[in-house]
């Protein structure tokens, strides 16, 4: 079956460094990746998406790779500021089936 | 654009009784809403999926008659936790979608669910 899962339980960085957030998946037959961002008490908040066709897709201050070979996904976050503090989910999607299947997630702490 | 509300936020309740959560698409119309169950320091789970004016395709190991859901129109849906106990408590959050594609699905802030 489909699962999506995490590397880290938590990450802990200095403020201004680069973060990255790993997330590893098992079905290849997923063909669409979306990273969230949520906060405590907060639902999940849309940061990049990736389809499987793309290997890098890049926004503001965040880039998404993707590596099929080793069905690997990671979300780099550049000069991670304070608010970046939060927890990130990388979330899987079987084509056709419209279902978001979310991996444990990864708290990141942003220390000043 | 494309806000997702519930209601209530939070709630507590006591043991046996049932408790309704609104999910809300305030400014599109939401052909498929799911809900999903999130424990302390857990992931999301998937509970169940709803289409409008359709029966909800609930989850394997979801209980339907516990969780009742309603897509009456496409801008709400319901949760109705029935005869919830203490260990139905969690945070419940919906997601709603324009269309068929994945990409368009808008969360909610959750609701945490407390049962006594």
């Known amino acids: 079956g489909e699962s999506v899962g995490l590397h880290l339980p938590t990450l802990s960085v200095q403020e201004g460094d680069n973060s990255i957030i790993n997330c590893a998946y098992s079905n290849s037959a997923s063909d669409y990746f979306i990273w969230y961002k949520q906060e405590s008490g907060k639902g999940p908040q849309f940061i990049i998406d990736?389809?499987?066709?793309?290997d890098k897709r890049q926004g503001q201050r965040v880039t998404v790779l993707l590596n099929k070979t080793v069905k690997h996904l990671s979300l780099q976050i550049a000069a991670t500021q304070p608010g970046d503090s939060a927890v990130y989910f990388c979330?899987?999607?079987?084509?056709?089936?419209?279902?978001?299947?979310f991996g444990a997630g990864t708290r990141l702490a942003v220390h000043p | 654009g494309a806000v997702v509300s519930q209601h209530p936020s939070w709630v507590i309740c006591k043991s046996g009784t049932s408790v309704k959560i609104e999910c809300r698409s305030l400014d599109f119309q939401a052909t498929t809403m799911f809900w999903y169950r999130q424990f302390p320091k857990q992931s999301l789970m998937l509970m169940a999926t709803s289409n409008e004016g359709s029966k909800a395709t609930y989850e394997q190991g979801v209980e339907k008659d516990k969780f009742l859901i309603n897509h009456a129109s496409l801008t709400l849906s319901t949760l109705t936790v029935t005869s919830a106990h203490p260990e139905d408590s969690s945070f419940y959050i919906c997601?709603?979608?324009?269309?068929?594609?994945?990409?368009?699905?808008?969360f909610g802030p959750g609701t945490r669910l407390t049962v006594l």
């Open positions: 990736i389809r499987s066709n793309m």
């Open positions: 997601s709603a979608g324009q269309g068929t594609g994945t990409d368009t699905q808008y």
């Open positions: 979330a899987g999607v079987i084509g056709g089936y419209n279902k978001l299947i």
